[in-house]
Each structure stands twice: as structure tokens, then as C-alpha cells.
């Protein structure tokens, strides 16, 4: 597609289980971002894929949350052990490159954590 | 890390005002962003700029980089302009660090 597509657009999930949201980039969007944002609140950057480079994974709220990206493609985010304050809007964006581009976001994965 | 303030937090205006939002941040950087977020919750992009200024339709971004600051203008403000608007700039300034995020504003066009 044209888009930075995510699925799934809701998950909804029992406390203690593990999660996996995905992000389809743009075809040849190097740069990736997971965005987090909880009801009525801003957005919280998590972790920042460039290229081949390390990610930026500075923004991650603990050691349960982790994410992969396979080269200039899909990325993953994993929440393991979720807790009911994971509950949140998980947003992924792409750009051409990291800084120097539009960012492109995909409509997001509600997460709902019971 | 850079940190972002965006002003005024909340705006209520009639139809047809010039509108203006107002985005400082405290470490150079290699570009800002200012974002859209509908009520339903979409975000779009509306620009991304490092210098002067940048203009689509009735929207006018400038930006200041000796001064830290940006502003995104409406013109002509339109109902359809009701949404949550934020601006974005780099972590620490630039290279590869992620984005940190205004508060956003809360604009309101009643007609």
C-alpha cells in the first residue's frame, strides 16, 4: 500500500500476557518510530529505527518492551507481561530519512490491557 | 535532551480569525515538525522545516533557528481546522536520536 499500514487496530489483551503490534513503513523509508499515547495525553516516543544504525530505544518505559526491524522493513513492538497502564494507542511512522523528511504515521494499534 | 513548549494550550476561535501557535525548544536542531492529530485520532504531517518558512493553502510555518522558536499560522480559519496540533523536534538536535513531542494545542474553530 501507500501507507504506513499497522495491525492490529485493536488488541485487546488479559494482564500478564504478551502483545505483538506491527508496522508496515513506507516502501523506502528508512527511518521508523514507535509512538506511544495514552488517553487524553501527548505523544511519547519509544524507540527509533535508521537504517542499519542501532536504534534509539531511549524512550522505552521498561525491559518489557522491546522491538525489532528487519533492515528497511517491518518492525515489530512487544510487550511482554502487559500491565492495564500499556493501555494506549501504539503509533508507527516512517520518513525518508531521520530528520530530513515528512513523517508518514500509520492510524495505530488501540491496546486495550484488561 | 531538548525540551519542547508549545503555546497557548487550548485555543477557541470564530471563523475566518488568523490563528497562531507557538513552539520553543531548548536545543539546536536540524528540523522541526508540526503535526496534525484529528479528533478521531489520524495524525498527518503538515510540515517539516529547518529554515524560513513554509507554506501549504492557508497554513504558514516559520521557523527562527537562532531564537529556538517556531510558529504554524492558519489563515482564514475554517471549522475543519479543529484539531490537535504539535510540534516535533529532534532528541538532543539532530542525527540519530528519536523526537520529542509538544504537549500540542487544542484548537477550536466554532463557526
Known amino acids: 500500500g501507500a501507507g504506513v499500514s499497522q495491525s492490529p487496530s485493536n488488541k485487546v489483551t488479559e494482564k500478564g500476557k504478551d502483545v505483538e503490534l506491527r508496522c508496515d513503513p513506507i516502501?523506502?523509508?528508512?527511518?521508523l518510530y514507535w509512538y506511544r499515547q495514552r488517553l487524553g495525553q501527548g505523544l511519547e516516543f519509544l524507540i527509533y529505527f535508521q537504517g542499519n544504525s542501532a536504534p534509539d530505544k531511549s524512550g522505552l518505559p521498561s525491559d518489557r518492551f522491546s522491538a525489532e526491524r528487519t533492515g528497511e522493513s517491518v518492525s515489530t513492538l512487544t510487550i511482554q507481561r502487559t500491565q492495564q497502564e500499556d493501555s494506549a494507542v501504539y503509533l508507527c511512522?516512517?520518513?525518508?530519512?531521520?530528520?530530513?523528511?515528512?513523517?508518514?504515521f500509520g492510524s495505530g494499534t488501540q491496546l486495550s490491557v484488561l | 535532551k531538548n525540551e519542547v513548549e508549545q503555546s497557548p494550550q487550548n485555543l477557541t476561535a470564530q471563523e475566518g480569525e488568523f490563528i497562531t501557535i507557538n513552539c520553543s525548544y531548548s536545543?539546536?536542531?536540524?528540523?522541526l515538525h508540526w503535526l496534525q492529530q484529528h479528533p478521531g485520532g489520524g495524525i498527518v504531517s503538515l510540515f517539516m522545516?529547518?529554515?524560513g518558512k513554509k507554506k501549504h493553502g492557508r497554513l504558514i510555518a516559520t521557523i527562527n533557528i537562532q531564537e529556538k522558536h517556531s510558529s504554524l499560522h492558519i489563515t482564514a480559519s475554517h471549522p475543519r481546522d479543529s484539531a490537535v496540533y504539535i510540534c516535533a523536534v529532534p532528541d538532543s538536535g539532530g542525527g540519530a536520536d528519536g523526537l520529542t513531542f509538544g504537549k500540542g494545542t487544542h484548537l477550536i474553530i466554532q463557526p
Open positions: 522545516l529547518s529554515s
Open positions: 536545543v539546536g536542531i536540524s528540523a
Open positions: 511512522a516512517s520518513s525518508l530519512s531521520a530528520h530530513l523528511g515528512k513523517l508518514f
Open positions: 516502501s523506502g523509508h528508512t527511518a
